[in-house]
């Protein structure tokens, strides 16, 4: 009796130690399983889910590729008669191409996501890996075209050296060729040959992909370029697949301070042979020019200046018969012009007027630009709220199509919408109508448009509409998860607070295990991600994310959008601290809302510009964070690629670079750290994370470090993921990870 009565006290005290939060199992085997389960699982579920829509040239017709029970398939829609069904015959596809390549293919789980109708729709082209193919739909014969051409990345900075094949005049008569290294002209037929320059050379040389003939055939403008500086990179890859040995490679990059290209436009008269020099005043200092384009009347040319430092941007035009250049539009912020994701220019009428883009008033909007004073003719859009793209111009109808975000007040404002303005600013019209996140296709006459639109916690719905009053014609799709949701799937929480300022909405997404319970206690991951350059907490619905598994192993996790990101007001992008303060008081502000949610337990991780920041929490809010995971990270802006680095920390380089490094502040890490890197990164240089290892070694630091061989820009694949499970596992749950060397495979 005596004992029983010890065993049921024993029972209720454990009860009540579980109820109070306290003992929980969490990153057990099971909860391991169910995370990494979650994906194949959950993706099967979701049906009738669309992607964006393709038109087929300048038909009523168009297809899309949607989820279907065991993979996707490929449909056709018809816009005038409404009717839809398969775009091809998956099966014999799928027999095709498994014919031709060797492996066994499906017809619900075709190798690729896009294609391209060709030969008049009677065959497609389409890219798996990185091989194109083609296959007739007649007998579904595939066939090999070859490798994917290679692109330019962007990291060897600027450069005007690109080769490129004679350019022909406009009436034919005339090929343009470099010829050592100056700007000859000969006849078509090359009877008859002459050099336009004659003070290019090695060092101060013409480029043939610059040369661009004017419109009347009488004259040629070009690029004479002084070279800068050739940084290489060099990898050693230390376990290659085809030889025993480590291989050595280097690839150009360019990283900021470096000396660029420097450009200066000349102007050629061909019949006369005149070459004329122009003033560089206006454009001295170029991060980049863009390339020449001539006025259709032959009256001037034109190029975009972005000063290096970039908080000088000018469209400069070059008058033909003088050889006089003038800004039409200067852009000066203090801070500085975000040429890479917030600048449009449309030139009307010849460049008579112009459409441009411009946070001037302190929100991105669209002006209508005087072509030749440069005067602001109007605003086209204005409000609180922001220009996120321009779909098209109607210059016959003076009218724009473009997409915002935050126009409607109280409504997320990361939601893309779609509209129609006139040029003068009147007229207003919204494309888009459900409070949702709007991806819409039109037709290429734009007698229609698809509208897709979905949330978090809604799935995609797809309707078509006619263009012209919004009218909606039907649905294309909707999709369905009721399969999802037996099967446990919940919805992320969005979740708003109050930013650093006192007034500025901060958002974010909250992820719950599967095996939530309110009475426990759930250390908290934040997944982050700030780069400047747009937004990143998602807004459209996913059957499955990968927070979502981390977050089966007992924790809550979460991604929130802080302040240096962007598509919101210029003042809301203008910080450099990865919008730390706001994020720790979005924490805070869901910490006093729910019990649950552990403040004392905060992880961090992220990759790339996620990872520099991810450490840098680490490094700068160590109060708050307390274990992170980083991969991949450009952990000292200096070494870094210089496009990135330059438009963000400034130019030239200064104190703020050091201010900022992962590596200069490397000694003041507390907490727990695993560092990720792959060896062989051609985004971010793989030194960057190697030279914050040097310095939390001086610093006499203990951390961790996995250096995966041979791998890219990463986060690890399936193995990183496995590692940075454990790391938070054992570090903010006090749970020993499972044994993975002894485990059966």
């Known amino acids: 009796m005596k004992n029983s009565i010890i065993v049921r006290q024993i029972q209720v005290f454990v009860w009540l130690v579980m109820l109070s939060g306290l003992v929980f199992s969490q990153g057990t085997s099971a909860d391991y399983e169910r995370a990494f389960g979650l994906r194949n699982k959950h993706q099967d579920l979701a ?92 007998e579904y014969k595939c066939t090999k075209l070859g490798a994917l051409p290679q692109r ?17 005049s406009p009436d034919g008569k005339w090929e343009a060729v470099v010829k050592n290294f100056n700007v000859w002209v000969r006849s078509k037929d090359r009877k008859e040959a002459f050099a336009l320059s004659y003070d290019g050379s090695e060092g101060n040389y013409y480029t043939l992909s610059s040369v661009a003939w004017s419109p009347d055939s009488k004259m040629i403008a070009a690029y004479r370029v002084r070279p800068g500086y050739r940084r290489k990179v060099d990898y050693v890859e230390s376990s290659p697949v085809d030889q025993l040995q ?75 018969a003088t050889g006089k250049a003038r800004s039409i539009i200067s852009e000066e912020p203090k801070t500085f012009f975000c040429y890479s994701s917030k600048k449009y220019r449309y030139d009307v009428s010849d460049g008579r007027e112009i459409i441009w883009m411009s946070e001037r008033d302190g929100w991105n909007h669209l002006y209508l630009i005087d072509g030749q004073t440069g005067a602001v003719k109007n605003q086209i859009t ?46 207003l019209v919204a494309l888009t109508q459900a409070d949702a996140n709007h991806t819409v296709s039109f037709s290429a006459d734009m007698k229609y448009y698809v509208d897709t639109w979905s949330r978090v916690d809604l799935p ?17 799709e909707r999709g369905n998860i009721d399969e999802l949701i037996k099967a446990g799937w919940r919805a992320p929480e969005v979740f708003i607070s109050t930013g650093r300022d006192g007034k500025t909405d901060i958002w974010g997404l909250i992820y719950r295990p599967a095996n939530f319970d309110p009475l426990k206690k759930y250390p908290v991951v934040e997944n982050i991600y700030a780069g400047p350059h747009s937004s990143f ?38 910080l450099g601290d990865a919008g730390f303060p706001d994020r720790i008081l979005w924490h805070k502000a869901v910490a006093a809302k729910y019990t649950y949610y552990d403040i004392s337990r905060v992880g961090i991780y992220g990759t ?28 000292d802006n200096r070494m870094d690629k210089i496009w990135w680095n330059e438009q963000w920390m400034g130019w030239p380089i200064g104190p703020e670079y050091s201010a900022s490094s992962n590596v200069d502040n490397a000694h003041k890490l507390r907490g727990k750290l695993l560092l990720l890197l792959g060896e062989m990164d051609a985004n971010v ?48 749950l006090g749970v020993e990870p499972p044994e993975w060397n002894i485990v059966d495979k």
């Open 460 to 476: 995609p719905v797809s309707e078509l509409h006619l263009a012209a009053d919004g009218k909606t014609l039907g649905e294309v």
């Open 382 to 427: 204005k409000g609180n709220w922001v220009v996120r793209g321009v779909e098209k111009v109607d210059e016959e109808k003076r009218q724009v199509w473009f997409q915002a975000g935050g126009m409607t007040p109280v409504k997320d404002p990361y939601f893309t919408h779609y509209y129609r303005i006139n040029f003068d600013g009147s007229g």
């Open 47 to 138: 049906v009738n889910l669309t992607e964006r829509v393709n038109w087929i040239n300048k038909t009523s017709r168009f297809w899309y590729r949607r989820t279907v029970k065991g993979g996707a398939e490929f449909m056709l829609f018809d816009a005038e008669t409404m009717s839809k069904k398969p775009a091809f015959d998956h099966e014999r596809l799928a027999a095709g191409l498994s014919a031709a390549t060797g492996e066994k293919l499906t017809a619900l789980k075709l190798p690729f996501q896009t294609f391209n109708f060709v030969d008049e729709e009677k065959a497609l082209e389409f890219i798996t890996a990185e091989t194109r193919w083609k296959c007739d739909l007649a």
């Open 537 to 574: 907490v998602p807004k459209s619905f996913a059957a499955y994310n990968q927070m979502q598994s981390m977050a089966e192993l007992g924790f809550i996790v979460v991604q929130i959008d802080g302040m240096g990101t962007s598509n919101r007001s210029k003042a809301f992008h203008n």
């Open 608 to 635: 790339s510009a996620g990872g520099q920041s991810s450490l840098g929490g680490l490094l700068f809010h160590p109060e708050f964070y307390k274990v992170c995971v980083s991969s991949c990270g450009c952990h």
């Open 685 to 732: 240089d793989p030194a960057s994370t190697m030279q914050v290892v040097n310095s939390l070694i001086k610093a006499g630091k203990t951390f961790d470090l996995l250096v995966i061989p041979g791998a890219g820009h990463t986060s690890g694949g399936a193995y990183g993921d496995k590692r940075r499970y454990d790391f938070f596992v054992h570090h903010l």
């Open 152 to 168: 330019g990345d962007g990291l060897a900075g600027p450069r005007y050296d690109q080769p490129s094949e004679p350019k022909i």
């Open 246 to 320: 480590p291989k050595f490679s280097s690839k150009d990059y360019a990283k900021p301070g470096d000396a660029l290209d420097l450009p200066q436009p000349v102007l050629f008269h061909i019949e006369s042979k005149k070459q004329m020099a122009i003033d560089n005043s206006l454009f001295a200092n170029p991060y980049q020019m863009t390339r020449i384009d001539w006025r259709k009347d032959s009256r001037a040319f034109i190029f975009e200046y972005n000063q290096r430092g970039h908080q000088v941007y000018r469209v400069i035009e070059v008058e033909a």
